[in-house]
C-alpha cells in the first residue's frame, strides 16, 4: 500500500515536472507572463495604501494584516494554478470526453488529469505573495508558516474546483456553477473578513470555506493559535479525502465520448 502510495506521488511529480517544462520552452514568454502577473497583482494594493492614508484599519484589520492578506490569497492560488491548472477546468474534461485517454493510463487518474497542465504565469503571483510577507515584517517562523498555510490553501481551492467540475458529471452545463464559485473564492479572499457580517461571514466559514483558506491563517501569522493551527490542517485533509470520493463516485457515471484527447 505505501509503495503504491510512493509510485503515485513521484508519478505525479514527474507529470508536474514535464508540464513545467512545456510552459519553459519560450523563456522570454515564460518571464515576461512571471513579471507581468507581479505588476498586475501589485497594482491592487495601492488602493488600499490610499485607504490606510484616510483610515487605520478597515474591518479590524492594521495595514500589515492586509499585506498578509493579500500575500496568503496570492501564494494560495498561484501554487493552485501553477501545479494544478486543469482542476480548473474539469468540467470541459468530463463534459466533452477528454477523461478518456487517463482512463487507460496506469496512474490516478484525478491527480493525472489536474497536474498534466501548468499555468506559468501563477508563478508571479507566489513570488508576490512572498514580497508581502517580506513587506508585512519577515521572520523564519512567519516564513515557514506562510509556506505551509500558501500549501494547504491551494490544496482547498484546488478541492473546491474539483468538486464543483465534478458536477459535471451529474449535471449538464455545471462549468457555470463551476466558474462562479471558483470566482467567489478569487474575490472573497481579497478583503478582511470583518467587513462582512451575519449569514456571508458564516458562508465564508462553510460554504465558501476562504476563512479556512485566508483569514484563520493570517490571524496565527498574527497572533499564533493551536486551535486554528490545527482546524486548519484537519479541514484541509477531510476535504481531500471528500474531494477524491466525490470525484471516484462520479466517475462510474462517466460516458466516454470515444475522444481520445492528448495531454501533450
Known amino acids: 500500500m505505501l509503495m503504491e502510495v510512493k ?15 512545456k510552459e519553459m520552452l ?25 485607504i490606510y492614508n484616510i483610515k487605520e484599519d478597515v474591518g479590524g484589520y492594521t495595514f500589515n494584516q492586509v499585506l498578509l492578506l493579500w500575500g496568503i490569497a496570492a501564494g494560495i492560488f498561484g501554487v493552485s494554478r501553477f501545479l494544478f491548472k486543469n482542476a480548473f477546468h474539469l468540467s470541459d474534461f468530463i463534459t466533452n470526453g477528454k477523461l478518456d485517454s487517463y482512463l487507460v493510463q496506469p496512474k490516478n487518474v484525478l ?9 506559468s504565469s501563477a508563478l508571479g503571483d507566489i513570488f508576490y505573495g512572498y514580497i508581502l510577507v517580506f513587506l508585512s515584517g519577515f521572520t523564519v517562523i512567519k516564513f515557514l508558516l506562510f509556506t505551509l ?15 464543483l467540475g465534478s458536477l459535471s458529471f451529474w449535471i449538464n452545463r455545471s462549468d457555470i456553477l463551476a466558474d462562479t464559485g471558483n470566482g467567489l473564492m478569487t474575490n472573497f479572499a481579497t478583503y478582511p ?16 470555506p476562504v476563512g479556512v483558506t485566508v483569514y484563520m491563517p493570517v490571524q496565527v501569522l498574527t497572533s499564533f493559535n493551536y486551535s486554528m493551527f490545527f482546524i486548519i490542517n484537519v479541514i484541509t ?28
Not at 476535504?239 to 495531454?263: D, H, P, V
Open 237 to 264: 485533509l477531510i476535504l481531500t479525502f471528500f474531494t477524491f470520493f466525490i470525484f471516484y463516485k462520479g466517475l462510474r457515471k462517466y460516458s466516454s465520448s470515444n475522444l481520445m484527447f492528448s495531454k501533450i
Open 111 to 119: 491527480l493525472a488529469v489536474i497536474s498534466s497542465s501548468s499555468d
Open 193 to 208: 473578513d470583518g467587513i462582512f457580517k451575519g449569514s456571508a461571514r458564516a458562508m465564508l466559514y462553510s460554504i465558501i
Open 26 to 50: 519560450n523563456k522570454g514568454t515564460f518571464l515576461m507572463n512571471i513579471f507581468f502577473m507581479i505588476l498586475n497583482d501589485a497594482s491592487f494594493i495601492i488602493q488600499w495604501i490610499i
Open 149 to 163: 498555510f500558501m500549501i494547504t490553501g491551494a490544496i482547498i481551492v484546488t478541492d473546491i474546483a474539483i468538486i
Open 7 to 21: 509510485n503515485q506521488i513521484n508519478v505525479t511529480l514527474k507529470s508536474i515536472k514535464y508540464s513545467i517544462m
